[in-house]
């Protein structure tokens, strides 16, 4: 169960950091134009992957105080990172895909919520 609320609050993070290497390799290593799309095929397998990790948890787990309150911080955080992005406020501006994952990964965290607001459904 605590291993489930850890996947629950690092998903997203990890993800957004896969993006950020993704493009600080991309950016600084010179690469070639077949090895930049090969690395973003790849980029998208690794964020599919995780995500997908999220539906293989309990729902017992997503019934729990402690996971909807970790599913209502990612969510304010995720939505604070797209509008930082979106704003051109900070550095993320300049990564590619960051916007569009960042909120995808909100609308992902806001299904997962309304699936831990359920009562008495599985998933």
């Given at each position: 169960?605590?291993?489930?609320?850890?996947?629950?609050?690092?998903?997203?993070?990890?993800?957004?950091?896969?993006?950020?290497?993704?493009?600080n390799?991309?950016?600084?290593?010179?690469?070639?134009?077949?090895?930049?799309?090969?690395l973003?095929?790849?980029?998208?397998?690794?964020?599919?992957?995780?995500?997908?990790?999220?539906?293989?948890?309990?729902?017992?787990?997503?019934?729990?105080?402690?996971?909807?309150?970790?599913?209502?911080?990612?969510?304010?955080?995720?939505?604070?990172?797209?509008?930082?992005?979106?704003?051109?406020?900070?550095?993320?501006?300049?990564?590619?895909?960051?916007?569009?994952?960042?909120?995808?990964?909100?609308?992902?965290?806001?299904?997962?919520?309304?699936v831990?607001?359920?009562?008495?459904?599985?998933?």
């Amino acid at each position: 169960m605590k291993a489930d609320l850890v996947r629950i609050a690092l998903i997203p993070y990890f993800v957004l950091l896969l993006i950020i290497c993704n493009w600080n390799v991309k950016l600084y290593a010179a690469v070639t134009l077949n090895s930049f799309y090969f690395l973003e095929y790849i980029l998208f397998i690794f964020c599919g992957l995780a995500t997908a990790r999220l539906m293989d948890i309990s729902p017992g787990t997503y019934a729990q105080k402690s996971a909807r309150i970790i599913i209502i911080v990612n969510l304010v955080v995720l939505l604070g990172l797209f509008l930082l992005g979106f704003l051109q406020i900070f550095v993320f501006f300049d990564v590619r895909y960051f916007y569009q994952i960042s909120f995808l990964l909100f609308g992902y965290y806001l299904y997962l919520l309304v699936v831990s607001l359920r009562k008495g459904e599985t998933l």
